[in-house]
T-cell receptor, first 114, second 112 residues
């Protein structure tokens, strides 16, 4: 495939609803990251998958956030009972095998909770 | 825990001048230090990286220096141009199965 693909590109949801954000990494990349970027802010680490290892969930802000990576490829970030403070751009990135090679970012999903 | 500090948070320079952005890291086992550029509304993209076995790397107008003893690394942009205006992020990683830790970003404005 071309690059890291995320869907949807934009999502508007009502407060209290659940949302699912999808990330298709570059084929063959075993490392996958989710970051959150609030308006004008930095890259807030959420979760990291590396191959078959247990994911590093240390950045998830609350138990409303969860993520899965099925078959070592596609990943879904789920936010339950969305709150207005969840509004942000959610960026996914993938890298080949190890975290000392370039991470390629997707274009992000802009989530707006109204 | 692991941490990367980045300074300054904003930087304005006149076109043609140089810009320097500095980062410090806490994990002494870090051995890979990439820099990403994020233009407004776009995804972050790698512009240069350095591994711990070298002290400096250059690519045209961009250079990165690494001081392992002091645990800091810097991005240098010479002869800045308006298209250099963006947010720049530094990061550090141990490699292997360890994640990247990103700095908080520097918003660079190049004034024409």
């Amino acid at each position: 495939g071309a690059g890291v693909s995320q869907s949807p590109s934009n999502k508007v949801t009502e407060k209290g609803k659940d949302v699912e954000l999808r990330c298709d990494p570059i084929s063959g990349h075993t490392a996958l990251y989710w970051y959150r970027q609030s308006l004008g802010q930095g890259l807030e680490f959420l979760i990291y998958f590396q191959g078959n290892s247990a994911p590093d969930k240390s950045g998830l802000p609350s138990d409303r956030f969860s993520a899965e990576r099925t078959g070592g490829s596609v990943s879904t970030l789920t936010i339950q009972r969305t709150q207005q403070e969840d509004s942000a751009v959610y960026l996914c990135a993938s890298s080949y095998r190890q975290a000392n090679t370039e991470a390629f970012f997707g274009q992000g999903t802009r989530l707006t909770v109204v | 825990g692991e941490n990367v500090e980045q300074h300054p948070s904003t930087l304005s320079v006149q076109e043609g001048d140089s810009a320097v952005i500095k980062c410090t890291y806490s994990d002494s086992a870090s051995n890979y230090f990439p820099w990403y550029k994020q233009e407004l509304g776009k995804r972050p993209q790698l512009i240069i990286d350095i591994r711990s076995n070298v002290g400096e790397k250059k690519d045209q107008r961009i250079a990165v220096t690494l001081n392992k003893t002091a645990k800091h690394f810097s991005l240098h942009i010479t002869e800045t141009q308006p298209e250099d205006s963006a947010v720049y992020f530094c990061a550090a990683s141990r490699g292997g199965t360890y994640k990247y830790i990103f700095g908080t970003g520097t918003r660079l404005k190049v004034l024409a």
